[in-house]
Structures are given as C-alpha cells and as structure tokens.
C-alpha cells in the first residue's frame, strides 16, 4: 500500500528550503516587521506578474475580499444594502465578505460540469438593486469573465474576482485572470475591477501564515484598500475611514516573494496530473470534471471528482492510504451562521439544487506539485478499482 497525502508543501522544503531560511533571516535583521521593503517589493513583483498596476498586501483572504469591496462603497461606486451576485457553491468566505461589507449576497447556481459561475443565470439573478458580480474561480478553473463583463457593461455592473484559488491561472498566454481578455481590451469594454488573493499556506502560492492581496489597476481603489487595511488612516494618527488593522507583514512578503518565481512550474505540474487524472480516471461511479478548453485557465487548486456515494469512496481510498477532502460539504445558503437568511428570499434545502447537489457529492482527490509519478497512477488505479 502507497500513502498518498492529500496535499504536502514537501517540495516547497524541497526546493526553497535554504532560500526560505534566508528570507526569515534577512527580515530578522532589517528590524522592520510591518509595511516595509519587502512588503512594497512583493507588491510590485505581484501586480507585474498579474499585468495589473497595484496590488495591495492585507492580512488574509477574506480581508482582502471585504476591503475591495469597502473600498468600493467608500468611493461612491456601491452603497451599502445593494445586491452583489455569488455563486452559490462558493467557500463561505466570499459570502462573508460580502456581508461584511453591508452588502446583500445574491446567490446564483454554477454551472454543474465546471462548478463556477452560469453567465448565462446572472440575467434572472439581476435585480434594480443589483451593482456588482462577485466572481469565484473556484478549484482554480476560470469563470467565464468575457460572457459575464459583457454582462455586467450591459447592466452597469462592478466585477470582482475572489482568485484564491486561481494564482497564476491564464485565459491566454499574455494576460492573467485580473487582465482583460484581449478582445475585451480592444473593445475598451468592461473588465474586472479588482481581484482579491490569499496567500493561506495551502493555496498555489501560500505563505507561512495569513496573507492576502487586491490586484486592481484602478489606483484610487487600491489606495483606499491600503488606508482601510491601515485603521483607515493615510497619515499617522489621522483617521479618514473606519478602518481595521490588515497588513501583509515583511515575514510572509519575503516568503512570497521567494516562491512566485517558482509558481509558474508548479501550477504546469498540477496541470500535468490534472491531465492524467481526466484522461485515466475511468469509472462509472466516479464523475471527473471536463477539461477547460483553454488548458493554462485552470491551476487546479483543487481537483474534484463527484460520487452518489462519496463518503463510500472517502472511507475505500481511505484504507487504501489515498487521503481526501471535501470542499465543501454544506454550501453558505445551508449554513447555520446564515439562518436561512441569506440573499433576498429564504434560503432552504432545496433551492439550489446545483449547489446542494455539488456539495453532497464532492470529493477533492490529491493533487500538488509534491506528488510524484507513481502517486498519480496509485491513486487512478485505486478510484478505477473501487466498487459497490
Ligand atoms: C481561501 C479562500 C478564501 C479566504 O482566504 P483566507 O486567506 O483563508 O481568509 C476566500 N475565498 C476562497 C475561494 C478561498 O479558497
């Protein structure tokens, strides 16, 4: 029997190990802990990477979510108790920002072969109060951003990104997901306003505590991001907003910025076992997911397989040494936290079917740039292997 850890930052030892101890040492002895040269060099070495002109570090994932949006309604663009549209199937922390921020989540079922955003729903989810979509490129697959900023210029709307999960990914070879497609960008049309990054250990480019980012080209927006995640405050002792206390510290820049340049080919690794897993999984009570058609649109964060009898599988890859997880198993509109209160309406069981039916049925198998050859084909022949 071979053990197949879900996810192992093995490599990142591995590989940085040495380069990482440097980075910690440096920043012991530049004596400067909190918004300092590392933090502003990892900002502009992110933003370049993004194709975008600013990016601004935060605390953490959801800070960066809710500070973008903040921003938003502090420069007049949306007002609290407008409607902002989110998948349904989404990590709760995309609901919460938008709450966060007094806004009304609305939302909307994903498409059941890619699990990110149906563009082709945003039309009945659209209201007279809606002002924004809020798109997640969950498990790192790219949302369809043209058909929904063509949506969005139709209506008016702000997009915004929640690119947790997708660090790196690509709709074409030049431009990153905060990037306008091509095509968008001849037509001067709508874009994506802002992107909001984490930098969880876990994600495609982790740090080694909390982290977090906005990628925005709007200059205004991120400078007002930075003054929020700064008690609101520009200068010293002056409060212009009602801030909170977010900050990419010089620890967690130094440690991102000694792994971006690596990011590239671990993404292509997670690529290259997500190629092996869609074309040699083959079991009729394992669904795998549909191959994006642009293959750099996808950096696998996450690589979902779906079962009527998911746990069954869990529990069988399981003794068989292959760990998996979930994500996730209950969707935000069935969260207690939420009381069924969520969006316009009531929110139960039974109706968002797409979502629920998701969430019953994920299962995230191993996936990393740690795992070998033989790890991949040990854990295809154990999902072709299972049985009821
Ligand atoms: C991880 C994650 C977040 C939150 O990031 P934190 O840094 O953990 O706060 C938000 N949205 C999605 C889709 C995520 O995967």
């Known amino acids: 029997m071979m053990n197949v850890p879900f996810y192992s930052l093995d490599y990142v030892n591995r590989t940085l190990g040495d380069a990482l101890r440097e980075s910690f040492s440096d920043v012991l002895d530049s004596k400067w802990f909190i918004r300092g040269n590392r933090c502003s060099e990892f900002e502009e070495t992110f933003a370049a990477y993004c194709g975008k002109k600013a990016c601004v570090g935060v605390g953490n994932g959801l800070d960066a979510l809710t500070l973008m949006l903040k921003a938003s309604i502090i ?22 920002a938008v709450r966060a921020a007094g806004l009304v989540p609305v939302l909307v079922e994903p498409d059941r072969e890619t699990c990110v955003l149906d563009a082709s729903r945003l039309a009945e989810a659209y209201s007279a109060k809606t002002r924004a979509v809020l798109v997640v490129h969950l498990y790192g697959r790219l949302a369809n951003m043209p058909a929904i900023c063509e949506f969005a210029k139709s209506k008016g709307l702000l997009v915004f990104e929640d690119a947790a999960q997708a660090h790196g990914a690509f709709l074409d070879e030049r431009n990153v997901i905060a990037s306008p497609f091509d095509e968008l960008r001849v037509n001067s049309a709508k874009q994506s306003d802002a992107a909001a990054y984490s930098f969880y250990p876990t994600k495609n480019l982790g740090a080694m ?25 520009y200068e010293k002792y002056v409060n212009k907003y009602v801030g909170v206390n977010s900050r990419l510290d010089e620890i967690q820049a130094a440690i991102l910025l000694a792994k971006l340049p690596h990011l590239d080919s671990w993404n292509k690794r997670r690529q290259e076992i997500a190629d092996r897993y869609c074309a040699e999984i083959k079991n009729p009570l394992v669904r795998v997911t549909p191959v994006p058609a642009k293959p750099k649109s996808h950096v696998w964060h996450v690589f979902p397989v779906f079962s009527e009898k998911r746990y069954e599988l869990q529990k069988f890859l399981k003794e068989r040494g292959v760990e998996t997880l979930i994500h996730y198993p209950i969707p935000p509109h069935l969260q207690e936290a939420f009381n069924g209160a969520l969006s316009r309406g009531e929110l139960r069981y039974g109706t968002l079917p797409i979502a629920e039916e998701l969430a019953l049925t994920e299962l995230s198998i191993p996936m990393g740039p740690a795992m070998t050859d033989d790890q991949v084909s040990y854990v295809i022949e154990m999902i072709n292997s299972y049985a009821l």
Do not use: K, W
């Not at 108790?81 to 709760?92: M, R, S």
């Not at 982290?211 to 205004?220: F, I, K, P, R, Y």
């Open 209 to 233: 505590g909390d982290g977090g980012a906005v990628v925005t080209d709007d200059l205004e927006l991120a400078q007002v991001v930075r003054s929020l995640g700064n008690y609101g405050s």
């Open 75 to 96: 420069l007049g663009r949306m007002a609290e108790g407008d409607e902002v549209i989110v998948p349904a199937n989404t990590f709760v922390a995309t609901v919460l």
